[in-house]
């Protein structure tokens, strides 16, 4: 079955800094990947998503995400984080055959802070 | 383009009750996707729909809870007789086609007493 591990339940930045989120994903095939964001009260917001060609993804927010393959990898990117950036993140995996007919299966998030 | 709607907003049921939760795809959506989040969780799929089919509900508990999207109208999703662990955040999604991505509602927050 797939899944996904965000191994880092928090990190805190300072603003400026560059950020660097990880997942890992377990998967069969090509997988469909996505990270989405979530302020707290609200729903998700998706920041960028992985389906095919480039490995390197560009987003909304100045985010980008690499895949790479041998490493089972899917790692969010930011070179410079604002205080609006604090929120929880989530990278997902499409839960069927790679055609994205189904759900999403969910890591179970970063929660970002941002120091001044 | 309105986003996707989910109502109510917070929804306080006791024991035993009745919960129902209502979803409204984005315009020309005819995909729905109903997902849990427990607190300190990531979110856990429970069902697929689409227009009067349920595609997937293999996340679903087998007892209890129920989803539907008819022809006319939102998508429900239902609760009976809700118990204390049923209280958490219930998301909807939807997508326009079953490869693409999913554009997420607010959220209905279901509290159980």
């Known amino acids: 079955a797939q899944s996904v591990t965000q191994p880092d339940i928090h990190i805190t930045v300072s603003e400026g800094a560059s950020l660097e989120l990880r997942c890992n994903y377990s998967?069969?095939?090509?997988?469909?990947l996505f990270w989405y964001v979530q302020s707290p009260g609200q729903g998700l917001q998706l920041l960028l998503k992985y389906f095919s060609g480039d490995t390197l993804v560009q987003g909304i927010k100045g985010f980008e995400a690499e895949f790479k393959r041998s490493q089972s990898s899917f790692n969010l990117r930011k070179p410079s984080v604002h205080w609006s950036d604090a929120a929880e993140y989530f990278c997902a995996v499409e839960r069927g055959s790679g055609g994205g007919a189904d759900g999403l299966t969910f890591g179970k998030g970063t929660h970002l802070i941002i120091q001044p | 383009n309105a986003g996707v709607m989910q109502n109510p907003r917070h929804l306080v049921r006791r024991r035993g009750q009745e919960a129902r939760l209502r979803c409204s795809p984005m315009k020309g959506h005819s995909h729905v996707y109903w997902y849990r989040q427990l607190p300190e969780e990531g979110l856990k799929f429970m069902v697929y729909l689409q227009k009067e089919n349920i595609i997937d509900e293999s996340g679903m508990p087998k007892e209890r809870f129920s989803a539907e999207f008819p022809k006319e109208g939102p998508s429900i999703l239902r609760i009976q007789q809700v118990v204390r662990g049923d209280s958490a955040a219930y998301f909807c999604?939807?997508?326009?086609?079953?490869?693409?991505?999913?554009?997420f509602g607010p959220g209905t927050r279901l509290t159980v007493l």
């Open positions: 998967y069969g095939a090509t997988p469909y």
């Open positions: 999604a939807s997508s326009p086609t079953s490869i693409d991505e999913q554009f």
